[in-house]
């Protein structure tokens, strides 16, 4: 154990030099350690179930409200002349870029709470600091990468267009960056001075905070620079330029801490895979859109719920791995074991559990979802479409907590950050994978003439 301890210090301490490994303690009042040689999980971090259930529900349906607010956004602004000169295609990739990097840092600031390494203010100072510096990097970066997939493949050679597209996509991701890593800092340190598991409550936060933030900015950012954009166009080149020079300085801040500057490095194969998901379902939300209206109402739900439970389970499952096995290791069983798909929800151990009251959790929180998307939209109710809709999100989340449970060991086993790769790619899959069973729901619908739910 003593070990284990000492790995995860190397991996998580500042390059402060007034900051030791005696600065760190490790609290543990929220969890409780098992260590049972009989059982198939021979160490397991838990929870109570009792107590996963009363602090996961709440935040989680709270992110639901959000969930439905962004989804009322951005149908709102879905037939808006910007959106179709090539904006709607970046949103879900910008959606996915913005909460991969929210819930990644959620998830990498709850592993260090728990850990015990932000206990005091000024490891949470620098926390925030090196964390909002590594995320404009990717935020600038990887939007700007985004948008550029964006204007090879609608051939928008225009120039005016193409920075109006760039300008927007990296403005929008630089601002909410910052306003949502302060946020989700903050969550966390509160979440432990109350003794809340921060790895129950910040992804799910992060995830949908961050859909809300970045849909509301993107449409006024992109909207004004549309209107705008020949008049403006100098502006629009010289913002874009002012956001790739500040890189420079993001990057220097970054790399002042060891885990920022290991992401920095090596964490760009997850986000850059989690894009190219993100673009396939933007492209296959613009064929639905114009096919079926109404399916822009439901996608930022069905992809928020399924994103928001399995970032929940990856970030449980990474900070177990942190606190009792050594990367490269794997404190129980062998890494094929967790290739089963029945190990997923057979129930006899608490992460199987766990996973389980997750899927469970989708049918009450997608019945709520969706029957306030109908109340709020005035659309008339169907319970075919609403058993298709709810099959479609158990399909969606059961594929995406089986992948999270090998997924995330086989990260551990490259010796590659948990917290850092899985996240990005399991949200985005969870976009595709939701994104293409909304439209089938969507297609069968239309098949039996269910014409007013489209």
């Known amino acids: 154990m003593e ?19 005696n600065d760190v303690t490790v609290s543990s009042s929220s969890e409780d350690i098992v260590i049972d040689i009989e059982n198939e999980e021979k160490i397991q971090d838990c929870d109570s179930l009792k107590t996963f259930l009363w602090q996961t529900i709440p935040p989680f349906m709270l992110a639901g409200v ?36 929210q819930m990644t840092l959620a998830s990498r600031i709850s592993t260090m709470a728990n850990l015990g390494f932000i206990d005091k203010k000024k490891q949470q100072l620098w926390a925030l600091v090196c964390n909002v510096g590594l995320i404009q990097v990717q935020a600038i970066i990887v939007s700007l990468i985004a948008a550029i997939v964006v204007i090879v493949l609608q051939n928008m050679f225009n120039l005016s267009l193409a920075v109006w597209l760039m300008a927007s996509a990296t403005l929008t991701l630089s601002i909410g960056s910052i306003l949502l890593a302060s946020i989700m800092v903050l969550l966390t340190v509160v979440a432990k001075k109350f003794n809340i598991n921060p790895d129950n409550i910040a992804t799910p936060l992060a995830g949908t905070t961050g859909d809300v933030t970045t849909i509301y900015l993107f449409i006024k950012i992109a909207s004004y620079f549309y209107e705008n954009r020949e008049i403006h ?8 330029a002012i956001l790739l ?18 992401v920095l490095k090596y ?45 929940i389970h990856s970030s449980k499952i990474s900070t177990y791995l942190h606190k009792f096995a050594d990367k490269g290791e794997l404190p129980a069983n062998t890494l094929l074991t967790y290739f089963n798909p029945i190990k997923t929800f ?72 948990p917290d850092t790769n899985s996240i990005p790619i399991l949200t985005a899959l969870g976009d595709l994978f939701g994104t293409v069973l909304l439209f089938c729901a969507f297609y069968i619908c239309s098949l039996l003439n269910l014409k007013k739910t489209m």
């Not at 995860?8 to 500042?14: F, I, R």
């Not at 166009?233 to 874009?240: D, G, M, P």
């Open 233 to 240: 166009l100098t502006v629009h080149c010289l913002i874009l």
């Open 245 to 262: 020079f500040s890189t420079i300085g993001w990057i220097w801040i970054a790399s002042r801490q060891k885990v920022t500057l290991q």
């Open 346 to 417: 057979n129930c006899k151990n608490k992460e199987s559990i766990q996973g389980a009251i997750l899927l469970v959790l989708t049918i009450p929180a997608q019945l709520i979802l969706a029957f306030s998307v109908h109340f709020l939209n005035g659309l008339p109710f169907d319970w075919l479409f609403m058993a298709l809709y709810l099959g479609a999100s158990l399909v969606q989340v059961a594929l995406l907590l089986y992948i999270c449970q090998w997924l995330c060991r086989t990260f551990w086993v490259l010796k590659c950050n």
């Open 267 to 311: 964490g760009w194969g997850a986000i850059l895979s989690a894009m190219c998901f993100s673009s396939g379902s933007g492209a296959i939300l613009d064929k639905s859109t114009s096919q079926f209206d109404n399916l822009a109402k439901f996608q930022t739900v069905i992809n928020g719920v399924g994103g928001n439970l399995v970032a």
């Open 3 to 21: 070990g284990h301890f000492e790995t995860a210090v190397g991996d998580y301490l500042e390059h402060d030099p007034s900051l030791s490994i």
């Open 66 to 101: 959000g969930m439905v607010g962004a989804g009322a956004l951005f149908d709102s602004a879905s037939n808006q002349e910007f959106m179709r000169a090539g904006a709607l295609n970046l949103v879900p990739a910008l959606l996915g870029l913005n909460g991969n990097l």
